[in-house]
């Protein structure tokens, strides 16, 4: 089946540096890409829908110039945390969707655990 | 997306079938009904969908009522495994945009 590789699983950074995320798509190409956060024993989160070649969308109160979102290709969207502080710690996960005749499909990444010290 | 109502949690006995509820009065026409599960830490897996008739795959049953405004997603033989919180969500099947939007979901422990 389809995967999604999200690195890394889980980082630890000081307060104020920044974390890159990755997200690919192995063996296909994801026409749009989103990312989420989940805090602990809460739902996800949706925080941005990033399509290849433009600018990402965000969802109301999700700061775009603190999450960073390129999206320079079909296999491959990067989300950066930029200025980490503790209320950032969560896990994030990266969705990857796929559009057919008639059928739509998501795949997830395995989450990356952000903690801020 | 329409919403849909999920008890916050069950526990099931291993071995058991596990029966989870969720209730989508307000679904159209067009939305589908489906499943994914979160197990701890991990990202969310799709598990099933359906439109209006009952279905069936490797991982559970979905049945769906007659006026689609409710459904209940069967784990047959629940192991320890299964222990994860699960999403129903409705939507089209291809939808604008893409996105997929979770509710609170059910958290269900399988105890041994």
């Known amino acids: 089946g389809a995967v999604v590789s999200q690195h890394p699983s889980w980082v630890i950074c000081k307060s104020g540096t920044s974390v890159k995320i990755e997200c690919r798509s192995l063996?296909?190409?994801?026409?749009?890409m989103f990312w989420y956060r989940q805090f602990p024993k809460q739902s996800l989160m949706l925080m941005a829908t990033?399509?290849?070649?433009?600018?990402?969308?965000?969802e109301q109160g999700v700061e775009k110039d603190k999450f960073l979102i390129n999206h320079a290709s079909l296999t491959l969207s990067t989300l950066t945390v930029t200025s980490a502080h503790p209320e950032d710690s969560s896990f994030y996960i990266c969705?990857?969707?796929?559009?057919?005749?008639?059928?739509?499909?998501?795949?997830f990444g395995s989450g990356t655990q952000l903690s801020v010290l | 997306d329409a919403k849909t109502t999920q008890p916050p949690s069950m526990d099931c006995a291993e071995g058991r079938a596990a029966n989870l509820p969720c209730n989508h009065s307000?679904?159209?026409?067009?939305?589908?009904v489906y499943w994914y599960r979160q197990i701890h830490s991990q990202g969310p897996q799709y598990i099933i969908h359906?439109?209006?008739n009952n279905e069936t795959n490797e991982m559970a049953s979905l049945i769906i009522t007659e006026d689609r405004k409710s459904s209940t997603l069967i784990l047959p033989h629940a192991t320890l495994r299964d222990t994860a919180v699960y999403y129903c969500?409705?939507?089209?099947?291809?939808?604008?945009?893409?996105?997929?939007?979770f509710g609170q979901g059910t958290e269900l422990s399988v105890k041994p």
């Open positions: 359906g439109l209006k």
């Open positions: 063996d296909f190409q994801a026409t749009t």
């Open positions: 307000t679904i159209s026409g067009n939305e589908y």
């Open positions: 969500i409705v939507r089209p099947r291809i939808q604008q945009g893409g996105k997929l939007i």
């Open positions: 969705s990857a969707r796929v559009v057919g005749t008639g059928y739509e499909k998501l795949f």
């Open positions: 990033s399509n290849e070649g433009s600018k990402a969308t965000y």
